[in-house]
């Protein structure tokens, strides 16, 4: 058994974070951790205690420069460590990513969030692939409200494929605009959580965020838009490159896919695939990855698509 003892002054809420991410760091490192009076204990494999001491050793003298920590950056510095990027943790500590709109703050919860973040910045097409639950369609969001709120952009355009996934869209009640707003009910609670009820009405109604099917970008030139093509694993290649040919000046473009949920009827044809096998090289254009690794929903979640990906041979 290890220890590290803490120091007396550094802040004290860095051992409190500490101490609430115990089993996180059990689950990154794999060593077990145990907390007792000011020392910090644990016991593994050698290489892995080796890692786990310079990475405390590390944030500790973070946080001696004055350097205020929150359990996020625990957790993104906790993950980066597991993934071998122990000697970047204090630049980007450092340099944190904040989306920021009218007071409110949306923070990126693992470093694959945060290269996301960046990358959105700096280019004009984003693609952000990976399973559910990893932030791809809330970080896109939070960032469209960001350019709309501090008038990078004018408007935002939410889109999505209307693709069937076990019901019929002719045995739903209703007309058209009835049928397909199921469709879009996780862009609208994005937006409800993030802006509120009354101010995404307020935006819809006066048209500065329209969301709309995929069908209705043909023959569109969009400019000073922030576009969101959600769920584009379920397009078609004819569709995809549709869409992409769409925006016009000043506007930002990310597309998310999950390629492990294609509800077309030939998964193959999905224009996902070929957008990034394609695109991949262009300057302004950028795919980022995710993957179980950055599910922030419950934990369990990562644990469920852990074991789809163990047995999908056998579904």
């Known amino acids: 058994m290890e220890e590290i003892i803490y120091p007396e002054g550094v802040k004290n809420n860095l051992f409190f974070i500490i101490r609430k991410n115990i089993n996180k760091f059990e689950s990154d490192f794999n060593i077990a951790v145990s907390?007792?009076?000011?020392?910090?204990?644990?016991?593994?494999?050698?290489g892995n205690t080796k890692r786990?001491?310079?990475?405390?050793?590390?944030?500790?003298?973070?946080?001696?420069?004055?350097?205020?920590?929150?359990?996020?950056?625990?957790?993104?510095s906790s993950s980066m460590a597991n993934e071998g990027k122990l000697d970047f943790i204090k630049e980007e500590l450092n340099n944190?990513?904040?989306?920021?709109?009218?007071?409110?703050?949306?923070?990126?919860?693992?470093?694959?969030?945060?290269?996301?973040?960046?990358?959105?910045?700096?280019?004009d097409l984003v693609f952000s692939i990976g399973p559910a639950g990893t932030g791809k369609t809330f970080l896109a969001i939070a960032?469209?409200?960001?350019?709309?709120?501090?008038?990078?952009?004018?408007?935002?355009?939410?889109?999505?494929?209307?693709?069937?996934?076990?019901?019929?869209l002719g045995f739903l009640p209703g007309?058209?605009?009835?049928?397909?707003?199921?469709?879009?009910?996780?862009l609208y609670d994005a937006l409800y959580y993030l802006i509120g009820f009354e101010k995404t009405s307020e935006l819809i109604e006066k048209e500065i965020i329209e969301i709309a099917p995929l069908a209705y970008m043909r023959g569109r030139t969009i400019n000073n838009a922030f576009i969101i093509l959600d769920e584009g694993q379920n397009t078609l290649n004819t569709q995809m490159k549709m869409?992409?040919?769409?925006?016009?000046?000043?506007?930002?473009?990310?597309v998310t896919a999950d390629i492990s949920q294609i509800d077309l009827s030939d998964p193959k044809k999905s224009g996902a695939f070929k957008a990034i096998k394609i695109l991949n090289n262009i300057k302004g254009i950028k795919i980022i990855y995710l993957n179980k690794k950055d599910v922030v929903r419950h934990s369990i979640v990562q644990k469920i698509i852990e074991a789809y990906?163990?047995?999908?041979d056998e579904i």
């Open 35 to 46: 907390l007792r009076g000011n020392k910090i204990m644990f016991d593994g494999e050698t």
């Open 52 to 76: 786990f001491r310079k990475y405390i050793e590390e944030i500790i003298e973070i946080s001696k420069d004055n350097k205020k920590l929150n359990e996020n950056d625990i957790k993104i």
């Open 96 to 123: 944190k990513v904040i989306i920021k709109f009218k007071g409110k703050e949306v923070y990126p919860k693992t470093f694959n969030q945060r290269e996301y973040i960046k990358s959105i910045y700096k280019n």
């Open 143 to 168: 960032m469209a409200l960001n350019f709309l709120l501090n008038k990078r952009v004018e408007r935002i355009v939410l889109t999505r494929p209307v693709v069937e996934a076990g019901e019929k």
């Open 175 to 186: 007309d058209i605009q009835q049928k397909v707003n199921p469709y879009f009910r996780p």
């Open 243 to 254: 869409f992409l040919t769409r925006f016009g000046q000043n506007s930002k473009v990310v």
């Open 309 to 312: 990906d163990k047995n999908k």
